[in-house]
């Protein structure tokens, strides 16, 4: 084994874990970078670690705005500060636009092209910091060395929006994990008011693409006709549109929305029937692993990321397609058993989907550029 001195050293900025207190790209590299301490024979090391403590300031006092600032701006000069010359920059948002250095390669990871893609799917008041992520991402990934996908999917849009650097970059697809969740102990849950008798699950965003309303006018369909469920949402306050539209469907008894940590939510998934995931579009869907890691069966739409991931171990139904997803609701509330019978040969295949597995791959990445 090489001497430490003699190791490559990976470099993580701060940006995301300043951006995000919680999310899909937060994690991404919060189980990246955490796997560095059990690989001990690896000829990379990083020193990023601090960066997983890090939170985006909950006060709005200035001295909060500048210290963040502050350390933003410090993690993204500290590679051209290092005195080992064998330096990997892996960038972990869009923040650092106009790093450039002979001697240190930039890897960026893309997660999506929704804001390329799909202008439409945002509000117009999101118009303006949209075309700004739009340009950012563009001066990022034709500055970069090296370009991680999430998805084949993902890939594909990406090379969509910049054929021009098809063989021009390597771009490398790599999968995120979905076991982080089950190395988390709830021996001290604080017990969370759910159901077991077909309690849905919905979590994350509610943003128009999510296709959260979509979801509200099913069960308000299925509420019709007299079927047993509760739905359980994970993530912010419902807003007046959406509080409107539960009362509209008559949902009011039926929809629940906490905000639990990860311990809770280890508890919240166990004690669901099955996880919905209505979405237009995503880059990959951590939700539909984290759910088959619990054996928790998946509805989800169609979109081609979903089919990737999930593959032949979930059910499917059309985007944007309510009749179809009230049909697949009612063909789950009627037949459980068909949902775990699919879910039922995905062993193997989630234990191919772990983090130390993207960790590995994303190691062998980084040996083209050493």
Not at 114 to 140: M, S, T
Not at 260 to 276: G, H, M, R, T, W
């Amino acid at each position: 084994m090489k001497k430490k001195s003699e190791k490559i050293e990976i470099y993580y900025d701060a940006d995301i874990f300043l951006a995000q207190s919680y999310g899909g790209i937060r994690t991404y590299f919060h189980n990246l970078i955490s796997k560095f301490t059990l690989d001990l024979k690896s000829n990379f090391q990083t020193r990023s670690y601090k960066y997983l403590k890090l939170n985006r300031g909950k006060n709005k006092f200035l001295i909060s705005f500048f210290y963040n600032k502050l350390v933003l701006f410090l993690s993204f000069i500290k590679p051209l500060f290092f005195k080992n010359k064998k330096i990997i920059y892996h960038a972990t948002h869009v923040g650092n636009l106009f790093f450039r250095n002979p001697n240190i390669k930039k890897i960026i990871t893309v997660h999506d092209m929704i804001h390329e893609l799909y202008p439409n799917y945002f509000d117009r008041n999101y118009q303006n910091k949209r075309k700004f992520y739009v340009l950012a991402k563009k001066i990022n990934i034709l500055n970069a060395s090296g370009i991680i996908t999430i998805s084949e999917s993902t890939k594909n849009d990406l090379l969509k929006v910049y054929p021009q650097i098809e063989n021009k970059v390597p771009i490398q697809v790599i999968h995120h994990g979905g076991d982080h969740l089950l190395k988390i102990s709830d021996i001290n849950f604080n017990p969370i008011n759910v159901k077991n008798d077909n309690n849905f699950l919905y979590i994350g965003a509610r943003t128009k693409y999510k296709g959260f309303k979509d979801l509200l006018e099913a069960l308000g369909y299925i509420n019709q006709y007299k079927y047993n469920f509760q739905l359980t949402c994970i993530g912010s306050n419902f807003s007046k549109k959406e509080q409107y539209l539960i009362f509209k469907y008559k949902l009011e008894n039926l929809i629940k929305i906490i905000n639990p940590n990860d311990k809770e939510l280890c508890k919240v998934y166990k004690l669901s029937s099955a996880l919905i995931y209505p979405s237009w579009y995503e880059g990959f869907g951590l939700p539909i692993l984290e759910a088959m890691n619990f054996n928790i069966p998946v509805i989800c739409s169609n979109i081609s990321s979903s089919k990737e991931i999930g593959k032949e171990y979930v059910s499917y139904f059309e985007k944007k397609s309510v009749p179809s997803l009230v049909n697949s609701l009612i063909e789950f509330l009627d037949n459980k058993s068909n949902a775990y019978e699919k879910l039922s040969s995905s062993k193997n295949y989630l234990k191919e989907m772990t983090w130390f597995n993207c960790y590995k791959k994303t190691i062998d990445f980084y040996s083209k550029f050493t």
